[in-house]
């Protein structure tokens, strides 16, 4: 039986402990996309009193693996950067929204926009995943 997109990503979530420790929530989510969202909390800034870096980079990479895995392929990132062009602070609100620019047999590519409870970008994360010949489900 092929699993749904909601399935397959619930599946995984129900294993992804670091994601629901940083208190991520899914938002929307298909094959090819998904918006992810968590809070800034005090354990997430840094010395200089803004969120981490790690922070939108965990964003993004999460948001990335629930929507290249939703294909129904078990897919892992191979390459991964991100560019942060705004800070975030302690009780900002972030969302992930990534989207599939490109999917082939084996290897696919994503963007991801991390944006501010004011829709300001604060990140911007690009990624390449590998399809494994493993389905889920």
Known sequence: MKLTPQQIVERMWGED?????????????????????LRVQASMVNGFKIAHGGITYSLSDSAMAFAANAHGKVAMSIETAISHVKKAVLGDVLTAHCKELSRGKI???F???????EEQVVALF???VFYTEESWG
């Open 111 to 117: 963007e991801v926009e991390v944006k501010n409870q």
């Open 17 to 37: 402990a670091f994601s629901q420790e940083l208190g991520m929530e899914i938002l929307d989510l298909g094959a090819g996309f998904c918006s992810v969202r």
């Open 107 to 109: 290897v696919g590519r």
């Open 126 to 128: 690009k990624g390449t």
